[in-house]
């Protein structure tokens, strides 16, 4: 698996919705959902409609198999609600073409993104970097990293650290002002 980063120019991340929304409404959607979450894309795809409807989005982690409450944000909901609004409330939020009522696949989520980062000058991007670009910009914000750990159910500080390469950006600002 390739690493990938978060995005960490919020103009580059504007740069991407607005491609998206150009291009595709589902696949605008997929971006949204996942810079304005703290899920994986595993956890992402099998959200229906009615998954929605509330305040808050109850799951459990594919990877770690933890219940998960999520608020879904204001901006978040204020995207969403046209989104939605066709939609049966069985409908999957990210369906494929193919198939009655599936959702798209991981790869394809992949290649969404991986496209659309490519279309808009971004390199080592996929569908990880929404959920780091999350975290990123979350800890930017609030400096709070013991909760951006709670949020991502990491085992330590140092772990989201370096997941959402707070660390590396430290080491080159470090590297970079470096002088005798």
Do not use: A, C, W
């Given at each position: 698996?390739?690493?990938?980063?978060?995005?960490r120019d919020i103009e580059k991340i504007e740069e991407m919705k607005s491609y998206l929304k150009r291009t595709n409404a589902r696949n605008h959607m997929l971006f949204v959902f996942g810079i304005y979450s703290t899920?994986?894309?595993?956890?992402?795809?099998?959200?229906?409609?009615?998954?929605?409807?509330?305040?808050?989005?109850?799951?459990?982690?594919?990877?770690?198999?933890?219940?998960?409450?999520?608020l879904i944000s204001p901006k978040l909901r204020k995207e969403l609600k046209p989104f939605i609004a066709d939609l049966d409330d069985d409908d999957y939020l990210f369906k494929s073409r193919k198939g009655v009522n599936k959702p798209i696949s991981r790869t394809t989520a992949y290649r969404v993104i991986r496209a659309a980062?490519?279309?808009c000058g971004l390199s080592r991007i996929g569908t990880h970097s929404m959920r780091k670009t999350f975290g990123y910009h979350f800890y930017e914000r609030t400096k709070n990293i013991a909760l951006l750990?709670?949020?991502?159910?990491?085992?330590?500080?140092?772990?989201?650290?370096?997941?959402?390469?707070?660390?590396q950006d430290i080491m080159d600002k470090a590297i970079r002002n470096f002088d005798y």
């Open positions: 698996m390739k690493f990938v980063e978060p995005i899920l994986r894309i595993s956890d992402m795809l099998p959200i229906k409609k009615k998954d929605v409807l509330g305040e808050r989005l109850l799951l459990v982690e594919k990877k770690t198999l933890k219940k998960k409450e999520i980062g490519e279309e750990q709670e949020l991502y159910s990491h085992s330590s500080e140092e772990v989201t650290k370096r997941y959402i390469g707070i660390n």
